[in-house]
């Protein structure tokens, strides 16, 4: 069983920056790829972003494209998330998250992930 524990969250203003991490412990990190979801008050969680076991192949929801950077450091166990040129519309709790090793790369599916964090809260003011 992997543990994640998110961090980095914080207040920003639009246009700023934030970079969160995700630090897995346990059984960790001999593990498919990795995800970043999030979730707005009175929304679904919806995927962000993913990144493959060896960091070499990442990929984005449309809407964070161009301004959101996963990466994963396996030495550390941690997976990253910068966030540049935040908008109001970010604002949501982060979660970090293990693709279930059957699922397919490239899914965006909320239940091909699990061992989910407990979030960090990112707020964007405008």
């Known amino acids: 069983q992997v543990q994640l524990v998110e961090s980095g969250g914080g207040l920003v203003q639009a246009g700023g920056s934030l970079r969160l991490s995700c630090a897995a412990s346990?059984?960790?990190?001999?593990?498919?790829?990795m995800g970043w979801f999030r979730q707005a008050p009175g929304k679904e969680r919806e995927f962000v972003a993913a990144?493959?076991?060896?960091?070499?192949?990442?990929y984005y929801v449309d809407s964070v494209k161009g301004r959101f950077t996963i990466s994963r450091d396996n030495a550390k166990n941690t997976v990253y998330l910068q966030m540049n040129s935040l908008k109001p519309e970010d604002t949501a709790v982060y979660y970090c998250?293990?693709?279930?090793?059957?699922?397919?790369?490239?899914?965006?599916?909320?239940?091909?992930?699990?061992?989910w964090g407990q979030g960090t809260q990112v707020t964007v003011s405008s």
């Open positions: 990144i493959s076991w060896s960091g070499g192949w990442t």
């Open positions: 998250a293990v693709k279930v090793y059957s699922a397919t790369l490239g899914t965006t599916k909320v239940t091909d992930f699990g061992s």
């Open positions: 346990g059984r960790t990190f001999s593990n498919p790829a």
